[in-house]
T-cell receptor
Framework: KQEVTQIPAALSVPEGENLVLNCSFT??????LQWFRQDPGKGLTSLLL?????REQTSGRLNASLDKSSGRSTLYIAASQPGDSATYLC???????????FGDGTTLTVKP | IAGITQAPTSQILAAGRRMTLRCTQD?????MYWYRQDLGLGLRLIHY???????GKGEVPDGYSVSRANTDDFPLTLASAVPSQTSVYFC???????????FGQGTRLTVV
């Protein structure tokens, strides 16, 4: 059974800092890994999708990496802003039936 | 705007009552999913459908049923609601297991 862990559970940083969120998974037989953002009381917004054959993806100030062999992914946020405050979730889609497993998320607070 | 629509947004339901949560997508995605999100337990897959006419059980299917009569709609039914089904329910869709997943805004259900 796939297990996904996100560390830390919560993170508070001052505005302008660069930061890294971590995601680890136990089963490397994956199609892809996807990072999401969730604001309080809202749905999930897709940030980046990394295919199993890829090492990284970039979108604006966000960069996600994937090391499938070690079961790890990182989400790098450059020059953080208060508007980045949210919960960040990673999800791994396994090759078995294409089902996804989510981590519990990292709640980020960026202080002005 | 293309995307996923869930209805209702929120609902208070008496225990023992039957309830159907609606999910419609206009992206012609083959695969659709229902998740529940609970504090401390994260997002858990209830049921999924890889294509119209087929459905499968996720991690927590008991007490729920789904149908997929066409590509666009994927309703989730609680035959006889119980308080433990109090949760936020999210519908998601994607073209296939190797593509980006998109989420609806959620239905907040309280069973009393």
């Amino acid at each position: 059974k796939q297990e996904v862990t996100q560390i830390p559970a919560a993170l508070s940083v001052p505005e302008g800092e660069n930061l890294v969120l971590n995601c680890s998974f136990t089963d490397s037989a994956i199609y892809n890994l996807q990072w999401f953002r969730q604001d309080p009381g809202k749905g999930l917004t897709s940030l980046l999708l990394i295919q199993s054959s890829q090492r990284e993806q970039t979108s604006g100030r966000l960069n996600a990496s994937l090391d499938k062999s070690s079961g790890r992914s990182t989400l790098y946020i450059a020059a953080s802003q208060p508007g980045d405050s949210a919960t960040y979730l990673c999800a791994v889609t396994n090759t078995n039936a294409g089902k996804s497993t989510f981590g519990d998320g990292t709640t980020l607070t960026v202080k002005p | 705007i293309a995307g996923i629509t869930q209805a209702p947004t929120s609902q208070i339901l008496a225990a023992g009552r039957r309830m159907t949560l609606r999910c419609t997508q206009d992206m012609r995605h083959n695969a659709m999913y229902w998740y529940r999100q609970d504090l401390g337990l994260g997002l858990r897959l209830i049921h999924y459908s890889n294509t119209a006419g087929t459905t499968g059980k996720g991690e927590v299917p008991d007490g729920y049923s789904v149908s997929r009569a066409n590509t666009d709609d994927f309703p989730l039914t609680l035959a006889s609601a119980v308080p433990s089904q109090t949760s936020v329910y999210f519908c998601a869709s994607r073209t296939g297991p190797n593509t980006e997943a998109f989420f609806g805004q959620g239905t907040r259900l309280t069973v009393v």
